[in-house]
């Protein structure tokens, strides 16, 4: 569930516009793009070296701003929970089951209700407690309660007894498109 994902990729944006403006700045002093700052002229007073110190925290604090920016920027690529593979063993032997297999029948089911543009699905937890997260995306004449009901009365239920289990807590995620039906009636 990527809920602030607009407001991430905007500060990454912004902060990506920033640091090429601040990177900009050095080359168009160079190339003598920027007259008022010549290239013979100092960028700050004095001619002094800044002491040693300086050195050292700024580049410690350049690091720590690339690795955090590395790290936000990772975060943006993780859209849903990873898969994870469940063990089910018997007197005869042994299940592998993937949660990406086992949620499959259930996301083609819901892509096909009238007003379902796309959907997406993943089982997280294990197989005793598992927990269904599920995004679908609504087109602009779907009905969102209508559609709501079908995944809790229908979807969800045919996929607990898939799995033979009494209950799986399930949240869903509508989003809205602008785009009109592609469906004809």
Not at 4 to 15: D, E, I, V
Not at 102 to 119: C, D, K, L, M
Request: aromatic share 6%; net charge neutral; hydrophobic share 45%.
């Amino acid at each position: 569930m990527n809920r602030p994902a607009r407001l991430n990729r905007t500060l990454l944006a912004g902060f990506g516009l920033l640091l090429i403006a601040a990177g900009a700045v050095p080359a168009a002093i160079r190339f003598h793009w920027l007259p008022a700052l010549g290239a013979d002229r100092p960028i700050v007073p004095g001619t002094a070296l800044p002491p040693t110190w300086a050195w050292y925290v700024t580049a410690t604090a350049g690091v720590v701003v690339a690795l955090a920016g590395l790290r936000w920027l990772a975060a943006q690529l993780v859209r849903k929970p990873a898969g994870r593979t469940w063990h089910f063993e018997s007197g005869t032997g042994t299940t592998d089951l993937a949660t990406t297999t086992a949620v499959a029948p259930f996301i083609e089911e819901v892509r096909g209700y009238p007003g379902v543009r796309t959907a997406t699905a993943s089982l997280t937890g294990p197989a005793d407690h598992p927990e269904l997260l599920a995004v679908v995306s609504v087109e602009q004449d779907g009905d969102p309660a209508e559609i709501r009901d079908r995944i809790r009365d229908e979807g969800v239920s045919r996929l607990c007894q898939a799995l033979d289990l009494d209950d799986l807590p399930t949240q869903v995620e509508l989003r809205f498109t602008t785009a009109a039906g592609s469906r004809v009636a």
